[in-house]
């Protein structure tokens, strides 16, 4: 079947109103379900994607996956089946937008009490996912609907389980997805996921901690190219909030609880039960009770939670807004390890950067491109104060292991282009800037 048109019947019982998105297998499309005269979201496996076995039995195995899993904030699947070699799978039509449409490297922080409200109604989620057991695999904020319901209360709405399994059941309920091989979205994927092991709620735990640490800063906890961000899951321990943007003032104890949920090791995360209920004992609203300090002075318990925080507002916290790039313009000096051809130094001048050759001295330098060098050089450099971007093969997962361990801000994979070198290093600039404040 060709692109559904508007007035399409399918199976009878939906009629296509219009088409909303389309993604790697699928597209979705608005209808109404004439039956029961309701709106609702018709998802279909594309027709190139249709006539393969292992795409049909994915996605009648999201459809069952999905329709066991019963909560406010799940999106809810009323049908699935085959029409005319098409598959499809209607489920409960949302208005409300991507946590996405919110939440970018562009956009202001979430305000704390927003963040851990929409925190707290997806860990209830991942409560009640983990009775069945199913873990979704692919928990990212352009999975997190932000709904409104009938009284006006924002609502959270989990979807797309498509990644997901139910773990240890039979038959054709079982998982397709084999043990080595990586499904998920780099930015938010668990150490075990990256390397491709069995998974358990743990790894979906991992994943909202990152979701929220990025609705906190506007950034994920991990920044690179996907061989990096891979790289940086499996051995790089995130930085708190509190010290990578300490411009960002957020309760001690969400900061903490965070940092637990991004542990490398599965078993050591909190379940999802203990994040939901610790997360709901962070009303930022309530009122302040009897404070305890630990012996380091460090605040802690409810004294950690009660943070003096600027004005909070629905959209944000409007004190907290990224740092902006510099201009194009403003001929920032880099420092240059090796030499570069005539092209790729205008290249980087047309984003703003001067190059100039570096051999020891970072007097006016904002930071240093490495390509070629070894760990020992970067973490030489990086000594001196200045932030160092290199580069690395995408497959070399030890060199670019032992270059993030030796301090390096940044990871171009090569083949390297001028344009990815300058978003590299105007990015370690921000960043360093930042860190500054």
Same mark, same amino acid.
């Given at each position: +079947?060709?692109?559904?048109?508007?007035?399409?019947?399918?199976?009878?019982?939906?009629?296509?109103?219009?088409?909303?998105?389309?993604?790697?297998?699928?597209?979705? &499309?608005?209808?109404?379900?004439?039956? !029961?005269?309701?709106?609702?979201?018709?998802?279909?496996?594309?027709?190139?994607?249709?006539? #393969?076995?292992?795409?049909?039995?994915?996605?009648?195995?999201?459809?069952?996956?999905?329709?066991?899993?019963?909560?406010?904030?799940?999106?809810?699947?009323?049908?699935?089946?085959? &029409?005319?070699?098409?598959?499809? !799978?209607?489920?409960?039509?949302?208005?409300?937008?991507?946590?996405?449409?919110?939440?970018? &490297?562009?956009?202001? /922080?979430?305000?704390?009490?927003?963040?851990?409200?929409?925190?707290?109604?997806?860990?209830?989620?991942?409560?009640?996912?983990?009775?069945?057991?199913?873990?979704?695999?692919?928990?990212?904020?352009?999975?997190?609907?932000?709904?409104?319901?009938?009284?006006?209360?924002?609502?959270?709405?989990?979807?797309?389980?498509?990644?997901?399994?139910?773990?240890?059941?039979?038959?054709?309920?079982? %998982? !397709?997805?084999?043990?080595?091989?990586?499904?998920?979205?780099?930015?938010?994927?668990? /150490?075990?996921?990256?390397?491709?092991?069995?998974?358990?709620?743990?790894?979906?735990? &991992?994943?909202?901690?990152?979701?929220?640490?990025?609705?906190?800063? #506007?950034?994920?906890?991990?920044?690179?190219?996907?061989?990096?961000?891979?790289?940086?899951?499996?051995?790089?321990?995130?930085?708190?909030? %509190?010290?990578?943007?300490?411009?960002?003032?957020?309760?001690?104890?969400?900061?903490?609880?965070?940092?637990?949920?991004?542990?490398?090791?599965?078993?050591?995360?909190?379940?999802?039960?203990?994040?939901?209920?610790?997360?709901?004992?962070?009303?930022?609203?309530?009122?302040? %009770?009897?404070?305890?300090?630990?012996?380091?002075?460090? +605040?802690?318990?409810?004294?950690?939670? +009660?943070?003096?925080?600027?004005?909070?507002?629905?959209?944000?916290?409007?004190?907290?807004? /990224?740092?902006?790039?510099?201009?194009?313009?403003?001929?920032?000096?880099?420092?240059?390890?090796?030499?570069?051809?005539?092209?790729?130094?205008?290249?980087?001048?047309?984003?703003?950067?001067?190059?100039?050759?570096?051999?020891?001295?970072?007097?006016?330098?904002?930071?240093?491109?490495?390509?070629?060098?070894?760990?020992?050089?970067?973490?030489?450099?990086?000594?001196?104060?200045?932030?160092?971007?290199?580069?690395?093969?995408?497959?070399?997962?030890?060199?670019?292991?032992?270059?993030?361990?030796?301090?390096?801000?940044?990871?171009?994979?090569?083949?390297?282009?001028?344009?990815?070198?300058?978003?590299?290093?105007?990015?370690?600039?921000?960043?360093?800037?930042?860190?500054?404040?």
């Amino acid at each position: +079947m060709d692109d559904l048109k508007a007035g399409s019947i399918v199976a009878g019982r939906f009629e296509i109103i219009r088409k909303l998105g389309e993604g790697g297998m699928g597209a979705v &499309y608005q209808a109404t379900q004439l039956n !029961l005269r309701r709106d609702v979201a018709l998802k279909v496996i594309l027709p190139e994607h249709a006539v #393969s076995k292992g795409a049909r039995g994915r996605f009648e195995r999201e459809a069952r996956v999905a329709s066991a899993l019963r909560h406010p904030n799940a999106v809810e699947i009323y049908d699935f089946g085959e &029409y005319e070699d098409t598959l499809y !799978l209607a489920m409960e039509f949302l208005n409300g937008e991507t946590l996405r449409a919110f939440v970018d &490297y562009d956009k202001p /922080p979430l305000a704390p009490r927003r963040a851990i409200s929409i925190g707290t109604q997806v860990a209830d989620v991942l409560v009640a996912a983990s009775q069945i057991p199913l873990v979704h695999r692919d928990l990212k904020p352009e999975n997190i609907i932000l709904d409104r319901s009938a009284d006006g209360e924002e609502r959270v709405v989990v979807v797309d389980f498509g990644l997901a399994f139910i773990s240890e059941a039979d038959g054709d309920m079982g %998982r !397709l997805t084999r043990e080595g091989v990586v499904t998920g979205t780099p930015d938010y994927m668990s /150490p075990e996921q990256a390397r491709g092991s069995a998974l358990t709620t743990a790894a979906d735990i &991992y994943a909202l901690g990152c979701v929220m640490y990025e609705t906190l800063t #506007s950034v994920p906890p991990f920044e690179g190219d996907p061989a990096i961000l891979l790289s940086r899951h499996l051995f790089v321990s995130p930085t708190p909030i %509190r010290e990578a943007h300490p411009d960002i003032q957020i309760p001690g104890a969400l900061d903490d609880l965070l940092m637990q949920m991004l542990t490398k090791v599965p078993e050591d995360r909190p379940t999802a039960r203990k994040v939901r209920d610790r997360l709901i004992e962070l009303d930022l609203g309530a009122p302040q %009770r009897m404070s305890s300090a630990h012996s380091d002075g460090r +605040m802690v318990g409810r004294a950690a939670r +009660m943070v003096s925080l600027p004005p909070i507002t629905t959209h944000g916290n409007t004190g907290n807004q /990224p740092t902006p790039l510099p201009p194009p313009n403003s001929d920032i000096r880099v420092g240059i390890v090796g030499g570069l051809d005539a092209d790729f130094q205008l290249g980087l001048a047309a984003n703003g950067l001067q190059c100039v050759a570096f051999e020891s001295d970072i007097t006016g330098l904002s930071a240093v491109f490495a390509p070629g060098v070894t760990p020992e050089r970067v973490k030489e450099v990086s000594s001196l104060g200045v932030p160092v971007v290199t580069d690395a093969e995408p497959s070399d997962l030890e060199r670019l292991s032992a270059l993030l361990r030796s301090g390096a801000a940044e990871v171009v994979i090569k083949p390297c282009q001028s344009d990815d070198v300058a978003r590299k290093l105007w990015r370690a600039i921000r960043k360093t800037a930042r860190r500054a404040k």
